[in-house]
């Protein structure tokens, strides 16, 4: 059974850090690219990070420069490192593979910027 754990979130206030962390098993992780998907309300769930099984990395124009991914295909864990933060991240957050499997969506973990 495929699962994501995703954690890390919290409220911040604008131009702050978080980390979110994502656990995963019940698959060969290292085998998987993997991203970081964000769902505000009223919106559709979008990619904002994505790191292949390889290595290498796209971001989503609207985080370019502020966020970073990385993985710890050891650990079996994707990370998702959050700067600048802006009111306009608030969203959960959730990882998958990409591109995702439907039934493989976790809880997210709720990231929240306002002042």
């Known amino acids: 059974q495929v699962q994501f754990v995703e954690s890390g979130g919290g409220l911040v206030q604008p131009g702050g850090s978080l980390r979110l962390s994502c656990a995963a098993s019940g698959i060969i992780f290292r085998l998987y690219d993997m991203g970081w998907y964000c769902q505000a309300p009223g919106k559709q769930r979008e990619l904002v990070a994505r790191i292949s099984s390889g290595g290498n990395i796209n971001y989503a124009d609207s985080v370019k420069g502020r966020f970073t991914i990385s993985r710890d295909n050891a650990k079996r864990t994707v990370y998702l490192q959050m700067n600048s933060l802006k009111p306009e991240d608030t969203a959960v957050y959730y990882c998958?593979?990409?591109?995702?499997?439907?039934?493989?969506w976790g809880q997210g973990t709720q990231v929240t910027v306002s002042s």
């Open positions: 998958n593979k990409a591109p995702y499997a439907v039934s493989y």
